[in-house]
Protein backbone atom coordinates (compact mmCIF):
# COMPACT_ATOMS: atom_id res chain seq x y z
CA UNK A 1 0.00 0.00 0.00
CA UNK A 2 2.66 2.24 0.96
CA UNK A 3 4.35 1.89 -2.25
CA UNK A 4 1.37 2.45 -4.24
CA UNK A 5 0.13 5.50 -2.26
CA UNK A 6 4.07 6.99 -3.22
CA UNK A 7 3.94 6.00 -7.03
CA UNK A 8 1.08 7.90 -7.59
CA UNK A 9 1.77 11.15 -6.67
CA UNK A 10 5.65 10.65 -8.34
CA UNK A 11 4.30 9.73 -11.29
CA UNK A 12 2.07 12.83 -11.75
CA UNK A 13 5.26 14.65 -10.90
CA UNK A 14 6.64 13.33 -13.11
CA UNK A 15 3.86 14.87 -15.82
CA UNK A 16 2.83 17.87 -14.25
CA UNK A 17 5.00 18.93 -11.95
CA UNK A 18 8.09 21.52 -11.27
CA UNK A 19 6.31 24.09 -13.40
CA UNK A 20 5.28 27.53 -12.26
CA UNK A 21 1.76 29.03 -11.40
CA UNK A 22 2.27 31.49 -14.61
CA UNK A 23 2.68 28.57 -16.69
CA UNK A 24 -0.66 26.95 -15.42
CA UNK A 25 -2.60 29.81 -15.72
CA UNK A 26 -1.50 30.20 -19.33
CA UNK A 27 -2.31 26.67 -19.59
CA UNK A 28 -6.06 26.79 -17.75
CA UNK A 29 -6.73 30.06 -20.51
CA UNK A 30 -5.59 28.34 -23.16
CA UNK A 31 -7.96 25.11 -21.92
CA UNK A 32 -11.01 28.13 -21.62
CA UNK A 33 -10.26 29.86 -24.75
CA UNK A 34 -10.33 26.83 -27.01
CA UNK A 35 -13.41 24.95 -25.88
CA UNK A 36 -15.37 28.45 -26.82
CA UNK A 37 -13.30 28.21 -30.07
CA UNK A 38 -16.36 27.37 -31.86
CA UNK A 39 -16.95 29.87 -34.27
CA UNK A 40 -13.78 28.75 -36.96
CA UNK A 41 -14.90 25.43 -37.37
CA UNK A 42 -18.42 26.12 -38.34
CA UNK A 43 -17.51 29.12 -39.99
CA UNK A 44 -18.56 27.34 -43.50
CA UNK A 45 -21.45 26.35 -42.93
CA UNK A 46 -22.35 29.24 -40.74
CA UNK A 47 -21.70 31.47 -44.43
CA UNK A 48 -23.80 29.08 -46.18
CA UNK A 49 -26.75 28.70 -44.06
CA UNK A 50 -27.27 31.90 -42.54
CA UNK A 51 -25.90 34.02 -44.64
CA UNK A 52 -26.64 31.89 -47.87
CA UNK A 53 -23.46 32.60 -49.24
CA UNK A 54 -22.69 30.04 -52.51
CA UNK A 55 -19.89 28.00 -51.29
CA UNK A 56 -17.59 29.77 -54.14
CA UNK A 57 -18.18 32.41 -52.11
CA UNK A 58 -17.73 31.02 -48.90
CA UNK A 59 -14.44 29.68 -50.15
CA UNK A 60 -13.11 33.18 -51.11
CA UNK A 61 -14.59 34.89 -47.71
CA UNK A 62 -12.17 32.12 -45.75
CA UNK A 63 -9.51 32.89 -47.75
CA UNK A 64 -9.01 36.22 -46.56
CA UNK A 65 -9.25 35.11 -43.07
CA UNK A 66 -6.41 32.62 -44.16
CA UNK A 67 -4.36 35.74 -45.31
CA UNK A 68 -5.64 37.58 -41.98
CA UNK A 69 -3.99 34.19 -40.13
CA UNK A 70 -0.63 34.22 -42.34
CA UNK A 71 0.21 38.25 -41.34
CA UNK A 72 -0.83 38.32 -38.33
CA UNK A 73 1.93 35.76 -36.86
CA UNK A 74 4.58 38.29 -38.15
CA UNK A 75 2.60 40.99 -36.66
CA UNK A 76 2.15 39.19 -33.05
CA UNK A 77 5.71 38.04 -32.93
CA UNK A 78 6.86 41.70 -33.10
CA UNK A 79 4.36 42.94 -30.79
CA UNK A 80 5.30 40.52 -28.29
CA UNK A 81 9.41 41.42 -28.43
CA UNK A 82 8.25 45.42 -28.55
CA UNK A 83 5.70 46.00 -26.14
CA UNK A 84 5.63 42.49 -24.01
CA UNK A 85 3.66 38.95 -24.31
CA UNK A 86 0.82 39.38 -21.46
CA UNK A 87 -0.17 43.23 -23.23
CA UNK A 88 -0.07 40.87 -26.75
CA UNK A 89 -1.60 38.03 -25.69
CA UNK A 90 -4.34 39.60 -23.79
CA UNK A 91 -4.74 43.20 -26.74
CA UNK A 92 -4.75 39.85 -28.86
CA UNK A 93 -7.87 38.26 -26.97
CA UNK A 94 -9.97 40.87 -26.37
CA UNK A 95 -9.53 42.08 -30.02
CA UNK A 96 -11.16 38.79 -30.90
CA UNK A 97 -13.74 39.15 -28.41
CA UNK A 98 -14.65 42.39 -30.29
CA UNK A 99 -14.34 40.61 -33.79
CA UNK A 100 -16.36 37.79 -32.68
CA UNK A 101 -19.53 40.05 -31.87
CA UNK A 102 -18.90 42.24 -34.69
CA UNK A 103 -19.00 39.05 -37.09
CA UNK A 104 -22.01 37.78 -35.96
CA UNK A 105 -24.08 41.14 -36.65
CA UNK A 106 -22.33 41.23 -40.23
CA UNK A 107 -25.05 40.69 -42.80
CA UNK A 108 -23.37 42.50 -45.91
CA UNK A 109 -20.99 40.88 -47.76
CA UNK A 110 -18.44 43.60 -47.25
CA UNK A 111 -19.12 44.04 -43.56
CA UNK A 112 -18.18 40.12 -43.56
CA UNK A 113 -15.82 39.93 -45.90
CA UNK A 114 -14.04 43.07 -43.43
CA UNK A 115 -14.63 41.20 -40.03
CA UNK A 116 -13.32 37.86 -41.34
CA UNK A 117 -9.83 39.52 -42.33
CA UNK A 118 -9.81 41.21 -38.54
CA UNK A 119 -10.80 37.71 -37.15
CA UNK A 120 -8.19 36.09 -38.83
CA UNK A 121 -5.89 39.01 -37.76
CA UNK A 122 -6.60 38.57 -34.07
CA UNK A 123 -7.99 35.01 -33.20
CA UNK A 124 -3.87 33.60 -33.58
CA UNK A 125 -2.23 36.57 -32.21
CA UNK A 126 -1.88 34.94 -29.11
CA UNK A 127 0.35 32.32 -30.23
CA UNK A 128 3.79 34.08 -30.89
CA UNK A 129 3.09 35.27 -27.57
CA UNK A 130 2.71 32.30 -25.91
CA UNK A 131 5.70 30.23 -27.41
CA UNK A 132 7.67 32.98 -26.20
CA UNK A 133 5.92 33.63 -22.80
CA UNK A 134 6.89 29.31 -22.22
CA UNK A 135 10.23 29.92 -23.48
CA UNK A 136 10.93 32.66 -20.81
CA UNK A 137 9.03 30.84 -17.81
CA UNK A 138 10.45 27.17 -18.49
CA UNK A 139 14.31 25.87 -17.83
CA UNK A 140 15.48 23.90 -21.98
CA UNK A 141 14.76 20.74 -19.99
CA UNK A 142 11.18 21.13 -19.31
CA UNK A 143 9.92 23.11 -22.54
CA UNK A 144 8.80 20.03 -24.68
CA UNK A 145 6.80 18.86 -21.45
CA UNK A 146 5.35 22.39 -21.09
CA UNK A 147 4.57 22.60 -24.92
CA UNK A 148 3.18 19.72 -25.03
CA UNK A 149 0.48 20.10 -22.07
CA UNK A 150 -0.24 23.32 -24.31
CA UNK A 151 -0.67 20.91 -27.36
CA UNK A 152 -2.54 18.88 -25.27
CA UNK A 153 -5.38 21.50 -23.85
CA UNK A 154 -5.77 22.82 -27.32
CA UNK A 155 -7.21 19.40 -28.37
CA UNK A 156 -8.62 18.48 -25.10
CA UNK A 157 -10.80 22.15 -25.96
CA UNK A 158 -11.34 21.33 -29.37
CA UNK A 159 -13.04 18.55 -28.54
CA UNK A 160 -15.38 19.76 -26.12
CA UNK A 161 -15.99 22.71 -28.68
CA UNK A 162 -16.57 20.46 -31.99
CA UNK A 163 -19.67 18.66 -29.71
CA UNK A 164 -20.57 22.03 -27.96
CA UNK A 165 -20.55 23.95 -31.60
CA UNK A 166 -22.09 21.56 -33.23
CA UNK A 167 -25.37 21.79 -31.09
CA UNK A 168 -25.42 25.65 -31.06
CA UNK A 169 -25.22 25.67 -34.41
CA UNK A 170 -28.18 23.92 -34.46
CA UNK A 171 -29.98 26.10 -31.52
CA UNK A 172 -28.89 29.27 -33.12
CA UNK A 173 -25.32 31.00 -33.93
CA UNK A 174 -26.07 33.91 -32.01
CA UNK A 175 -25.16 31.45 -28.64
CA UNK A 176 -21.61 30.28 -30.68
CA UNK A 177 -20.39 33.77 -31.51
CA UNK A 178 -21.25 34.80 -27.91
CA UNK A 179 -19.88 32.05 -26.28
CA UNK A 180 -16.70 32.14 -28.19
CA UNK A 181 -15.87 36.22 -27.81
CA UNK A 182 -16.67 35.29 -23.57
CA UNK A 183 -13.72 32.46 -23.73
CA UNK A 184 -11.54 34.79 -25.42
CA UNK A 185 -12.17 37.82 -23.65
CA UNK A 186 -11.83 35.54 -20.30
CA UNK A 187 -8.67 34.01 -21.57
CA UNK A 188 -7.12 37.74 -22.07
CA UNK A 189 -7.85 38.71 -18.60
CA UNK A 190 -7.08 35.34 -16.88
CA UNK A 191 -3.11 35.97 -18.42
CA UNK A 192 -3.58 39.42 -17.43
CA UNK A 193 -3.80 39.38 -13.69
CA UNK A 194 -2.20 36.19 -13.19
CA UNK A 195 0.94 36.02 -15.35
CA UNK A 196 3.79 38.19 -15.12
CA UNK A 197 5.58 39.92 -18.00
CA UNK A 198 8.64 38.25 -19.05
CA UNK A 199 9.72 40.50 -21.96
CA UNK A 200 13.36 40.77 -20.87
CA UNK A 201 14.67 44.54 -20.23
CA UNK A 202 15.70 46.03 -22.84
CA UNK A 203 19.36 47.35 -23.89
CA UNK A 204 21.21 50.73 -23.53
CA UNK A 205 21.05 53.64 -26.25
CA UNK A 206 23.81 52.41 -27.92
CA UNK A 207 22.10 48.85 -28.65
CA UNK A 208 25.22 46.58 -26.81
CA UNK A 209 23.48 44.12 -25.24
CA UNK A 210 22.76 44.38 -21.44
CA UNK A 211 23.38 42.35 -18.55
CA UNK A 212 20.55 40.25 -19.36
CA UNK A 213 21.83 39.87 -22.93
CA UNK A 214 18.95 41.33 -24.78
CA UNK A 215 20.05 43.57 -27.85
CA UNK A 216 18.42 44.94 -30.50
CA UNK A 217 16.93 43.04 -33.58
CA UNK A 218 14.38 42.72 -36.34
CA UNK A 219 12.97 39.95 -38.24
CA UNK A 220 16.05 40.62 -40.52
CA UNK A 221 18.08 38.78 -37.98
CA UNK A 222 15.28 35.69 -38.13
CA UNK A 223 16.28 35.57 -41.26
CA UNK A 224 19.73 35.48 -41.10
CA UNK A 225 19.58 32.77 -38.95
CA UNK A 226 19.94 30.17 -41.83
CA UNK A 227 18.68 27.14 -39.55
CA UNK A 228 15.81 29.30 -38.49
CA UNK A 229 14.85 29.74 -42.04
CA UNK A 230 15.55 26.49 -42.59
CA UNK A 231 13.41 24.91 -40.06
CA UNK A 232 10.31 27.22 -41.10
CA UNK A 233 10.34 25.73 -44.37
CA UNK A 234 10.42 21.88 -42.84
CA UNK A 235 7.45 23.22 -40.92
CA UNK A 236 5.55 24.44 -43.87
CA UNK A 237 6.20 21.29 -45.74
CA UNK A 238 4.82 19.37 -43.24
CA UNK A 239 1.77 21.44 -42.18
CA UNK A 240 0.57 21.02 -45.86
CA UNK A 241 0.79 17.63 -45.59
CA UNK A 242 -0.64 17.59 -41.99
CA UNK A 243 -3.33 19.96 -42.97
CA UNK A 244 -5.00 17.65 -45.62
CA UNK A 245 -6.57 16.03 -42.35
CA UNK A 246 -9.25 18.73 -42.27
CA UNK A 247 -8.87 20.02 -45.36
CA UNK A 248 -9.14 17.02 -48.13
CA UNK A 249 -10.03 13.99 -46.31
CA UNK A 250 -13.12 14.85 -45.50
CA UNK A 251 -13.63 15.74 -49.25
CA UNK A 252 -12.04 12.53 -50.25
CA UNK A 253 -14.32 10.63 -47.77
CA UNK A 254 -17.45 12.09 -49.01
CA UNK A 255 -16.27 11.50 -52.51
CA UNK A 256 -15.89 8.04 -51.70
CA UNK A 257 -19.77 7.68 -50.90
CA UNK A 258 -19.33 8.14 -46.98
CA UNK A 259 -21.35 11.07 -44.68
CA UNK A 260 -19.60 13.91 -42.92
CA UNK A 261 -20.95 12.22 -39.64
CA UNK A 262 -18.47 9.11 -41.36
CA UNK A 263 -15.94 11.80 -41.52
CA UNK A 264 -16.80 12.98 -38.10
CA UNK A 265 -16.35 9.77 -35.95
CA UNK A 266 -13.19 8.99 -38.02
CA UNK A 267 -11.35 12.14 -36.89
CA UNK A 268 -12.78 11.82 -33.49
CA UNK A 269 -9.95 9.29 -33.06
CA UNK A 270 -7.55 11.98 -33.15
CA UNK A 271 -8.70 13.87 -30.79
CA UNK A 272 -9.26 11.22 -28.18
CA UNK A 273 -6.14 8.99 -28.58
CA UNK A 274 -4.20 12.78 -28.18
CA UNK A 275 -6.38 13.30 -25.14
CA UNK A 276 -6.03 9.85 -23.42
CA UNK A 277 -1.94 9.12 -24.85
CA UNK A 278 -0.06 12.55 -25.04
CA UNK A 279 0.06 13.59 -21.67
CA UNK A 280 1.67 9.71 -20.64
CA UNK A 281 4.66 10.50 -23.18
CA UNK A 282 5.53 13.79 -23.87
CA UNK A 283 8.07 14.04 -21.44
CA UNK A 284 9.84 10.68 -22.41
CA UNK A 285 10.03 12.23 -25.99
CA UNK A 286 10.81 15.42 -24.68
CA UNK A 287 14.30 14.07 -23.01
CA UNK A 288 15.18 12.82 -26.49
CA UNK A 289 16.98 14.35 -29.73
CA UNK A 290 14.48 16.95 -30.76
CA UNK A 291 15.64 16.61 -34.34
CA UNK A 292 15.44 12.43 -34.38
CA UNK A 293 12.01 12.43 -32.25
CA UNK A 294 10.05 14.79 -35.05
CA UNK A 295 11.79 13.38 -38.08
CA UNK A 296 10.15 10.12 -36.64
CA UNK A 297 7.02 11.69 -35.85
CA UNK A 298 6.36 13.43 -39.46
CA UNK A 299 8.09 10.20 -40.84
CA UNK A 300 5.16 8.45 -39.11
CA UNK A 301 2.55 10.60 -40.02
CA UNK A 302 3.33 10.61 -43.46
CA UNK A 303 2.82 6.39 -43.57
CA UNK A 304 -0.24 7.24 -42.03
CA UNK A 305 -1.55 9.44 -44.81
CA UNK A 306 -0.08 7.03 -47.56
CA UNK A 307 -2.05 4.44 -45.54
CA UNK A 308 -5.44 6.03 -46.88
CA UNK A 309 -5.10 5.30 -50.37
CA UNK A 310 -5.59 1.34 -49.36
CA UNK A 311 -7.98 1.94 -47.46
CA UNK A 312 -11.82 2.17 -48.25
CA UNK A 313 -14.21 1.33 -45.24
CA UNK A 314 -14.87 3.40 -41.90
CA UNK A 315 -12.58 0.93 -39.63
CA UNK A 316 -9.55 1.29 -43.07
CA UNK A 317 -9.55 5.36 -42.33
CA UNK A 318 -9.94 5.17 -38.40
CA UNK A 319 -6.61 2.65 -39.20
CA UNK A 320 -4.78 5.71 -40.68
CA UNK A 321 -5.89 8.49 -38.64
CA UNK A 322 -5.09 5.95 -35.99
CA UNK A 323 -1.57 5.63 -37.04
CA UNK A 324 -0.79 9.28 -37.97
CA UNK A 325 -2.50 10.15 -34.83
CA UNK A 326 0.16 8.19 -32.92
CA UNK A 327 3.07 10.31 -35.25
CA UNK A 328 1.56 13.32 -33.68
CA UNK A 329 2.09 12.37 -30.41
CA UNK A 330 5.45 11.45 -31.00
CA UNK A 331 6.00 15.17 -32.18
CA UNK A 332 4.19 17.07 -29.82
CA UNK A 333 5.94 19.82 -27.96
CA UNK A 334 8.82 19.45 -30.06
CA UNK A 335 8.78 22.19 -32.74
CA UNK A 336 8.21 24.94 -29.69
CA UNK A 337 11.04 23.49 -27.71
CA UNK A 338 13.27 23.68 -30.91
CA UNK A 339 12.22 27.70 -31.93
CA UNK A 340 12.67 28.45 -28.10
CA UNK A 341 16.25 26.59 -28.53
CA UNK A 342 17.09 28.31 -31.47
CA UNK A 343 15.72 32.15 -30.15
CA UNK A 344 18.06 34.57 -28.41
CA UNK A 345 15.59 35.58 -26.17
CA UNK A 346 14.86 39.20 -27.31
CA UNK A 347 13.91 37.61 -30.30
CA UNK A 348 11.67 34.73 -29.13
CA UNK A 349 8.51 36.33 -30.56
CA UNK A 350 9.51 36.93 -33.95
CA UNK A 351 11.37 33.85 -33.92
CA UNK A 352 7.36 32.44 -32.61
CA UNK A 353 5.95 34.63 -35.57
CA UNK A 354 8.08 33.30 -37.94
CA UNK A 355 7.30 29.44 -37.09
CA UNK A 356 3.78 30.23 -36.89
CA UNK A 357 3.87 32.14 -40.18
CA UNK A 358 5.39 29.02 -41.91
CA UNK A 359 2.25 26.55 -39.79
CA UNK A 360 -0.17 28.72 -41.38
CA UNK A 361 1.51 29.22 -44.70
CA UNK A 362 1.14 25.50 -44.81
CA UNK A 363 -2.34 25.65 -43.38
CA UNK A 364 -3.26 27.99 -46.31
CA UNK A 365 -1.48 26.33 -48.99
CA UNK A 366 -2.79 22.64 -48.29
CA UNK A 367 -6.11 23.13 -49.87
CA UNK A 368 -5.21 23.96 -52.58
CA UNK A 369 -2.39 21.07 -53.57
CA UNK A 370 -4.88 18.62 -51.86
CA UNK A 371 -7.84 19.15 -53.98
CA UNK A 372 -5.51 19.57 -57.23
CA UNK A 373 -4.42 15.87 -56.48
CA UNK A 374 -7.50 14.52 -55.22
CA UNK A 375 -9.21 15.25 -58.55
CA UNK A 376 -6.36 12.90 -60.35
CA UNK A 377 -7.27 10.21 -57.67
CA UNK A 378 -6.96 9.17 -53.92
CA UNK A 379 -4.48 6.81 -55.47
CA UNK A 380 -2.03 9.18 -56.16
CA UNK A 381 -3.14 11.70 -53.52
CA UNK A 382 -2.15 10.23 -50.67
CA UNK A 383 1.01 8.55 -51.35
CA UNK A 384 2.13 11.71 -52.77
CA UNK A 385 1.17 13.48 -49.39
CA UNK A 386 3.26 11.03 -47.28
CA UNK A 387 6.09 11.70 -49.70
CA UNK A 388 5.99 14.91 -48.91
CA UNK A 389 6.38 14.55 -44.48
CA UNK A 390 9.14 12.46 -45.73
CA UNK A 391 10.98 14.77 -47.39
CA UNK A 392 10.25 16.96 -44.28
CA UNK A 393 11.72 14.23 -41.96
CA UNK A 394 14.67 13.90 -43.71
CA UNK A 395 15.56 17.81 -44.00
CA UNK A 396 14.59 17.55 -40.08
CA UNK A 397 17.88 14.68 -40.15
CA UNK A 398 20.34 16.52 -42.42
CA UNK A 399 19.83 19.91 -39.88
CA UNK A 400 19.67 17.93 -36.70
CA UNK A 401 23.51 17.86 -36.29
CA UNK A 402 23.37 22.26 -36.38
CA UNK A 403 19.76 21.35 -34.33
CA UNK A 404 21.84 19.49 -31.49
CA UNK A 405 24.32 22.27 -31.40
CA UNK A 406 22.38 24.92 -31.06
CA UNK A 407 20.38 22.98 -28.11
CA UNK A 408 23.32 22.19 -26.42
CA UNK A 409 24.24 25.76 -26.11
CA UNK A 410 20.40 27.11 -25.17
CA UNK A 411 20.89 24.81 -22.16
CA UNK A 412 24.10 26.10 -21.42
Known amino acids: MTSTTLAGPGFLRSKLGGLPPAFWALWTGTLVNRVGMMVQPFIGVYLTQARGMSLAAAGAVMAVFGVGSLLSQIIAGWLADRFGRRITLTGGMVATAATMVALGYSTSLPAIVATMFMLGMTVDVYRPASTALVADLIPPLDRPRAYGLLFWALNLGFSVAMVAGGWLAQAGYGWMFGINAATSLAFGLLVWRAVPETLPARSGPDGQDGPDGRGRGGFADVL ?4 MVAFSVIT ?177
Open 236 to 412: LISTVAYSQAFTTLPLAMTHGGFTTVDYGMVIAVNGILIVLVQPLTGDWFGRLDHSTVLAVGLAVIGAGFALTAAVSSIAGYALSVILWTAGEIVTAGIPGAIVAALAPSHLRGRYAGMYGFAWSGGALLAPLLGTGLLEVGPAVLWPAIGAINLVAAGGLLAIGPALRRRTAAAAH
Open 224 to 227: KDRL
